[in-house]
Nanobody, 113 residues
C-alpha cells in the first residue's frame, strides 16, 4: 500500500522559515512529486512540482521564496519555505504521480503577522 506522509508544518511568524518533508512508502516509481496547498474557503492550488529528472515548476506567488527538492533514493520530496507571509497559511498536501496518483493527508502551515 502506498502512503505519503508529510511532516514539518507548524506555526511561524511572518518572515520565518519552514521545511516540509514528504516520504513515500511502498515500492513505487514516482514520476512527478509536488506540493499543493489549500487555504480555508479556497481551492487546492499547485505550489511547486519536481520531476524525477529534477525539472521544477513554481507558482508565481512563491517564486524566489520556496524551493522544492527531492531525494530519489529515499522517495522523499522537500519544500523549503523562506520569507513566509500570512497569505502562505494553508494546509499543504504532498502529491505523487506514478502509475497512479497519490496524496498525503496534509500538514498545516500557519504564518502569523
Amino acid at each position: 500500500q502506498v502512503q505519503l506522509v508529510e511532516s514539518g508544518g507548524g506555526l511561524v511568524q511572518a518572515g520565518g522559515s519552514l521545511r516540509l518533508s514528504c516520504a513515500v512508502s511502498g515500492s513505487i516509481f514516482t514520476i512527478t512529486m509536488a506540493w499543493y496547498r489549500q487555504a480555508p474557503g479556497k481551492q487546492r492550488d499547485l505550489v511547486a512540482s519536481i520531476t524525477n529528472s529534477g525539472r521544477t515548476n513554481y507558482a508565481d506567488s512563491v517564486k524566489g521564496r520556496f524551493t522544492i527538492s527531492r531525494d530519489n533514493t529515499r522517495n522523499t520530496v522537500y519544500l523549503q519555505m523562506i520569507s513566509l507571509k500570512p497569505e502562505d497559511t494553508a494546509v499543504y498536501y504532498c502529491y505523487a504521480e506514478a502509475p497512479g496518483h497519490y496524496w498525503g493527508k496534509g500538514t498545516l502551515v500557519t504564518v502569523s503577522s
